[in-house]
């Protein structure tokens, strides 16, 4: 009784949390730790940039604005103020920088979210020119579109509530209820190499966290850059536990055949990290969890094919 009590109170806080980051505009005082907007940087739109060979570069040029996808929950990466519609993040950022770059107004982008399962079929159907959130770059997916980046290195963690003491890594989730996004690498990481967890999918991991501070899972597994984010939230309820235990390259996806656009991504990422923008948006985003800037990993300029 107690217990669900608490639990109840936390996901009252958790939502009272998100609302009021959404509520703390112009008037109130700022948030403690969202993105501030006049922290972040502003990118110099490249507006003579020209790019013929990519055909949805050229499809955006006629539409007058680029169509991205991403991600709407999740703190410091991507999320969507339900009070104004802004999307914020380190992820949002990326996708401004490189919209900047491709000669688009990064104010003129309309930002569709997408969840982790649905990514490859928006790129192949055209819903979305490119998709930057928390996107792991791998093989399989490579089959199906293209990666420009990587532009940061993630890590599979877990997150579980402060008052679990049995939890302190992937080898200890044997018949614990764990859940993760489906379609996701986390997801399927623990469905291989732990199969005696008691796994769950949801869409996002929003659901999951809800879901963990109810007592209906013992843990939520994902990138610790999302996971940070949750339990920034909620410190008194919430925790992340133990090492990363996997790499998590995040990769901007584009659609497969486009390699024009993909490479001129890649070389937008070098520009932005050389310049000094990179950073600035690590800074105003993700770095406030507390984590200093890391240096961001190569980018693998992969060969047409
Ligand atoms: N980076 C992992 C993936 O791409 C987990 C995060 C997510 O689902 O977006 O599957």
Request: glycine content about 8%; charged content about 25%; proline content about 8%.
């Amino acid at each position: 009784m107690h217990r669900t009590r608490r639990a109840l109170a936390a996901l009252a806080l958790f939502v009272s949390a998100v609302t009021t980051l959404a509520a703390c505009g112009k008037e109130g005082s700022p948030p403690v730790k969202g993105p501030q907007p006049d922290q972040l940087p502003v990118y110099q739109v490249q507006s003579a940039f020209r790019l013929p060979d990519s055909p949805t570069w050229r499809k955006a040029k006629e539409r007058g604005r680029l169509i991205v996808g991403a991600k709407e929950d999740q703190p410091y990466m991507g999320e969507k103020d339900p009070a104004t519609g802004r999307y914020s993040g380190f992820d949002i950022e990326i996708a401004k920088m490189m919209s900047a770059s491709l000669g688009f107004d990064p104010a003129s982008i309309e930002f569709r979210t997408i969840a982790s399962a649905n990514r490859e079929t928006a790129l192949q159907n055209g819903q979305i020119d490119y998709y930057v959130g928390t996107y792991t770059i791998n093989d399989n997916r490579k089959k199906l579109v293209g990666f420009a980046g990587p532009y940061y290195m993630a890590g599979q963690s877990l997150l579980v509530r402060t008052d679990e003491h049995d939890i302190d890594g992937p080898q200890d989730l044997d018949g614990k209820r764990v859940c993760s996004a489906a379609g996701s690498t986390p997801y399927q990481r623990i469905e291989k190499d732990y199969p005696k967890a008691d796994l769950v999918a949801y869409d996002s991991y929003s659901v999951c966290v809800d879901n963990l501070l109810t007592y209906q899972v013992d843990a939520v597994t994902t990138d610790d850059t999302i996971l940070m984010g949750y339990a920034a939230k909620v410190p008194d309820e919430l925790k992340v536990v133990g090492k990363p235990f996997s790499r998590e390259p995040y990769g901007i996806g584009v659609p497969r055949g486009d390699n024009a656009l993909r490479f001129a991504l890649d070389d937008a990422l070098a520009l932005h990290e050389k310049n000094g923008d990179w950073k600035k948006a690590y800074d105003a985003t993700l770095g406030l969890s507390g984590v200093p800037a890391p240096q961001p990993p190569a980018i693998d300029r992969y060969p047409a094919g």
